[in-house]
């Protein structure tokens, strides 16, 4: 059995920039990744300026290996049904479109960590003072000793799920999918993420260029017929924007976790197992869970050392020091941040003040029908009452987190 | 389109991962894939450096063996200096050598360019970015070199070695009854590490910067040459050296000014406006009216401008012809504009009562028995460097700063006090003056010396009240980068315990002048081993 200080479950962003973090503090750590590398991973790749300053400072510049084509996006173009459109540019500039296959083992790599890929992660034993962590290679059994685990494995963890087995049924899930669609005309400024709030479409629709197609994708909760809700995207693009598009040459999706980082439940560990990224629960408002991830990732490797270094339970310095992201994520949910702050890396009031008062009002509008599809899932009450207690504790609840 | 292979084979290249074989040059930006419009205004530079793998690591070991070197692998002496005291870099060197003699450091330079590794010197440890962490390589302890070589009590100089604390010389100096003229705030920081930098005193805007009050200097060269250095000889080498960040060599053993030992009388006047406290400041270090002057505040609410003076005619001088014209009031009517001040804001009780328990705290440090002797302090060393490091102090040192001229540090002040109160609860400042030498000028250049300051440059240190609190490196990383950003802004600089920062060096000082002192590094360290990532 190899015994190592750290074992990571996962070789994505969240994974790299926790690696990195204990790596630089020489601490021996592998890798586990299900697939063998680099894997393909299903993601829209437009990274935020946040996100992009962390991986340039931490992993150096990005080479054009990791990049789609456009190999950068200048913003956020938010549509609504009465037909008004936003564009809101990035502060700081254009960002980054990751090929996440490639970036993310350019991070690992980097990292320093060593990766033993095309090892399933099965689970895990807590004994306390150290963590036996089950794992198959190639079909067979393979065991790790490790003082502490990191799950950064993405929003269906296995390690979540190994250490909260009622995780799965306690939060709604959503099934996000795309389709590569050959161009035959498309209006869309390919240098935008596109977005609708349209109740009509779906949870989350959006629509952007890459490498030569175009995608579009749909969220919903999950049980809804993704064929079915696809199409209708389609058909409203054609309908509304003169989108003309060729049959899709490709299709993925994924389950999802949408609702941790609105409502502030989001999910830490126990014991010597800390939970990062989007298995955490954070993401971004319009999605964007890479650079929540990176961020959270970093501090799971810090809590660790901090932990190590302090002789202090790892619980107790990642959840402090986890405080900073949780705020950061949350407040872009927060309608009062977003109403009197600047929590986005766009600037939403600057664009809505840029439009007349009709367009302002459409706006509004459509915005509150869309939020109302929300409606079923009752997360309206916790977004109120942690909005309203921000600003009295400096952050949201800890006593809410797993 | 993306070429799968070739990407591929590019991963298989780039592993392992060394400095060595980075693709891109120690000290340049790489370049940007993404668009020239990308994170305006950061340079694309990896700031947390890759860690150095090791490949030459054993056959360094070897040598240095051979040569008689000690040479420490163990994970307890390397773990010693897993970080620095801003705490929020770690990595671990291959092994640690403690600095013995000139010609051990000379060995193992020779050694470390020979076999590419990486030294990283390490004084007292009291940079905050990582800048004295090794990421990998051989950490040179400098402590190991501390004592006094001689004392010219009639030339009014000191020789000493470059790994020795100021405390440590300040007791050297106490003995012949001599006393230093500038050391830095925090008294635990070496000799060497502070001439690298600067190091800022109450009475650095009469004497200048600590770095301003060195004579001579014993340098080892990144190439291992030991060399004797002032302004008439190899002026050059001691130019770079001197406010240098460590890039062009380890100090050894330097000659100091020093003077007399004097006692203090302290004066201090209380503000509720950073900006009037500043213009007071300003005006008396214009009118040399005090021998020691600086700000230390309680965030923005209680503003204590301090005064001190060697002798009683440079008091009385100054009672006669400035007191008056000071806008800060007494200890008492202080109290009571306080008192009317949070009296109509009951809401900010909170705030009243944080400050009312710093006063009951603070104020009988700075004036204890066994330091004041009629009124006067007897050892300023221990006042300044134990009771404000109690109380302004942590575990972890978070005192990201800027230096401008004096026209734009009002400015300065007000605005990165902003980013405090956005950060943190409680935070303090430290504004302090540094008297410019015209003849010093070669020795500013890229230096934490802003390069439009003229006669006095200007340095406010921001530093949150940590306390017990645990914050991500994030946090605090975001909230020194905004105060970092106003100093690009304003065209400033950085009077930081570790000077400079790679991040921001081509942002602050412009692409010429960092490829100017680069060329020179190339020169002078070849492999670029020493003092890695810290600027270049």
Known sequence: MRTVDVIIVGASLSAAAAAKRLVDAGLETIVLERQAL???????????????????????????????????????????????????????GTTPHLHRKFSDHWAIQRSGAEVHDQTSFVGLQDNGDHVIVKARKNGEPVEYRARYVIGADGPSSPVTRAIYPDYPQSIPWFFVGQKFHEIIECPLDEQYFHFWFHPGLGHYTWSHARDGRE?????????????????????????????????????????????????NRYVFGKGNVLVSGQAGGFLNMIGEGMSCALHSGAISGEAIVE??????????????????????????????????DRPHEADFPAALMAL?????????????????????????????????LRPFIGGYPMKHWR | MIHQESFLEFLHDMIPETSDRTSIEPGTVGPCHVGSDALIGIKRQQTNPTRWIGDSWQAFADVLRENGIELRESIAARGTFATDAGGTAYGMPHGVVIARSAAQVSALLKAAQQYRVPVTVRGGGLITEGESVAFGGVLLDMTGMSRVLHIDTDALTVRTEGGIFWHSLAEELRR????????????????????????????????????????????????????????????????????????????TEATLKIRPYTPLRMHYFYYDSLRSAIEDLQMLDKNDASDYS??????????????????????AAFKANWQARLRGHGEFGFALCIAGRYALRPWKLGEAWFLFRRKRELFPELQRAEYMRDGKMVDRTVVFSRAVWKFWGGKQ?????????????????????????????????????????PEHKAHYEMSCIPPDAEDWAYGCEFEPMIGGHVYSRDHLQSFKNAIYDIGVDLGGSYYRFGGMMKGYIRRVFGDEVVDRHLAMKRRADPAMILNRDVIF
């Open chain 2, 294 to 315: 600086g700000i230390l505040t309680i965030m923005d609410c209680a503003v204590n401008l301090l005064v001190a003076f060697d002798s009683d005619e440079r008091e």
């Open chain 1, 307 to 340: 932990a190590r270094l302090r002789n202090r339970s790892v619980q107790e310095m990642y959840r402090r020091m986890i405080a900073s992201e949780v705020r950061r994520t949350s407040d872009q949910w927060n309608p009062l941040k977003i109403a009197f």
């Open chain 2, 176 to 251: 012949a009854n001599m006393d230093y003229l500038s050391a830095p705030l925090n008294m635990t920081s070496s000799v060497g590490g502070t001439l690298g930098v600067g190091g800022i005193d109450v009475n650095s805007p009469r004497l200048g910067c600590s770095a301003d009050q060195a004579l001579a200097l014993q340098v080892v060269t990144p190439t291992g040459d030991i060399v004797e250095c002032s302004d008439t000889l190899n002026a050059e080498l001691f130019q770079r050296v001197i406010l240098g960040y460590g890039q062009f060599g380890v100090i």
């Open chain 1, 356 to 388: 007349s008062w009709r367009d302002r009002a459409k706006v509004l509008r459509d915005m509150w029908r869309f939020i109302v599809l929300y409606k079923e899932f009752k997360w309206g009450r916790e977004i109120f009452k942690a909005a309203m």
């Open chain 1, 38 to 92: 680099p894997r393909h991973k299903i993601c829209s790749g437009i990274l935020s300026p946040r996100g992009h300053r962390f991986l340039l400072e931490n992993f150096g510049p990005l080479p054009r290996e990791v990049l789609h084509e456009p190999v950068s996006c200048k913003g956020v173009t938010f549509h609504f049904p009465s037909m008004v459109s936003m564009p809101m540019d990035f502060f700081g």
């Open chain 1, 215 to 263: 995608i579009v994708g749909v969220g919903f909760k999950r049980g809804d017929n993704f064929a079915k809700k696809h199409l209708n995207v389609v058909n409203y693009l054609s309908d509304k924007h003169g989108v003309r598009l060729g049959d899709p040459l490709d299709d993925e999706g994924c389950a999802e976790n949408f609702g941790p980082s609105l409502i």
């Open chain 2, 397 to 437: 040192m978070v005192i990201p700063d800027l230096a401008t001229s004096s026209e734009k540090f009002v400015e300065a002040v007000e605005r990165g006090n902003k980013v405090c109160r956005k950060y943190f609860p409680h935070y303090t400042l430290y504004l302090v003056g540094i008297k410019l030498r």
